[in-house]
């Protein structure tokens, strides 16, 4: 069964187009997650499935029923912002009841939606406090708990977890994961910037870049299979590595010369036309290895900076590419020093190569 259905939609601010045609369909009990730079036009896309900002063109349906001129009461949703929007004067119990109480739910009934938000986001023990009482993430998962009562079809979130600082924003992304268990069949749809709450929560991540889709996926493939230049650099971090590079032999395999002359040959096939292309290799941080003896030499480079972290270093190696150093996570602690020279390997299958559109080459 469908949750819900985004057909060509469009939004303009008077002469500014901010969405330019997105289609998306979104299962009941999914959970997508919306990532993107910022004004992409993320809130505005979700604020737009709540019903409180116009459809400027193309159709939206929730549950099977069509919804660009149904309100925001009646669309069977709830949304929890960055700012939680609390009572203050009202404890924990009477927030999450407040909305029920004003749709006239039963005494038995408010006490029981309430009781059993309260279990699953374990706040229990604090219904009687007030909010000034509560930590952020507290605060947080309150909010949360007065959008569960509601019982909506559609669970949407604006950045709930961006004013807790990291330690809360672990916890109540935790939180998070295990609400969307408890409620399979509620569609959830999340707007974030947290590359890891994007990846750890969502079922498909949807990336936007200037009012349009780029890829719709798994988080895993999205990282594993970008599809284009723009993906592959915003999923990971630190981001991708991007070399330029030149095709200089097409075919079953590919052979690159990158920027520095060193020759690379791909497990990735390209036609014919594309031999003497321009291109760009990419190969993620975590994907270089320290050469040993034997190991094919990817490239050798000279360490700018080392940050050694204990659980990983990392090393930055200038002179391989104009703007931006190459960046290699090591595990571990690493005997590397600024001005060392380093050879580099890289397994073929983690290799990337994109045309000089930008796009994958990979199949
Ligand atoms: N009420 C408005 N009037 C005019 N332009 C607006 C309005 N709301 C948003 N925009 C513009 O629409 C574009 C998309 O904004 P939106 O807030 O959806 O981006 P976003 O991807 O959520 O950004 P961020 O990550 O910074 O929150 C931006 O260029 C923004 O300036």
Redesign the pocket.
């Known amino acids: 069964m469908t949750g819900v259905i985004l057909k060509d939609i469009k939004?303009s601010?008077?002469q500014?187009q901010?969405?330019h045609g997105i289609d998306l369909e979104i299962e009941q009990g999914e959970f997508v997650v919306?990532v993107?730079?910022?004004?992409?036009?993320?809130?505005?896309?979700?604020?737009m499935i709540a019903g409180l900002?116009d459809i400027t063109s193309g159709e939206m349906s929730i549950d099977g029923h069509v919804v660009n001129e149904v309100p925001p009461s009646r669309r069977g949703i709830a949304m929890v912002f960055q700012s939680y929007a609390l009572y203050p004067h009202m404890t924990v119990y009477d927030n999450m009841a407040f909305g029920m109480r004003i749709a006239k739910e039963s005494k038995e009934e408010v006490d029981r939606r309430v009781k059993a938000a309260a279990e699953i986001l374990q706040l229990t023990q604090y219904l009687e406090r007030l909010p000034k009482a509560l930590s952020g993430g507290q605060r947080q998962r309150v909010a949360i708990g007065r959008a569960i009562c509601r019982d909506p079809k559609v669970f949407l979130f604006?950045?709930p977890l961006s004013n807790l600082d990291a330690a809360l924003r672990v916890a109540t992304r935790i939180e998070i994961a295990r609400l969307k268990e408890s409620m399979p069949d509620t569609t959830m749809i999340y707007?974030t910037?947290d590359q890891v709450e994007a990846m750890t929560l969502a079922d498909r991540i949807v990336v936007?870049s200037a009012?349009r889709i780029e890829q719709v996926g798994p988080p895993l493939e999205l990282y594993e299979r970008p599809k284009n230049l723009f993906v592959a650099r915003f999923i990971g971090s630190p981001a991708m590595n991007i070399i330029p590079a030149k095709i200089t032999s097409a075919g079953p395999q590919t052979v690159v010369e990158l920027s520095g002359g060193k020759s690379v040959t791909l497990d990735i096939p390209s036609d014919a036309g594309q031999q003497g292309k321009q291109a760009s290799f990419g190969i993620r941080p975590e994907d270089l290895a320290v050469a040993a003896d034997g190991d094919p030499c990817l490239f050798e480079g000279k360490v700018g900076i080392v940050e050694a972290l204990g659980e990983v270093t990392l090393l930055y190696i200038e002179g391989l590419t104009k703007d931006e150093p190459i960046i290699a996570k090591i595990p571990g602690i690493l005997p590397v020093n600024k001005g060392d020279s380093v050879r580099f390997t890289a397994r073929p299958e983690k290799m990337h190569l994109f045309d000089a559109d930008g796009l994958s080459l990979r199949q």
């Open positions: 939004k601010y008077g500014v901010v969405l919306f993107g730079p910022s004004g992409c036009g993320k809130s505005t896309l979700l604020r900002e604006d950045e707007v910037h936007l009012g």
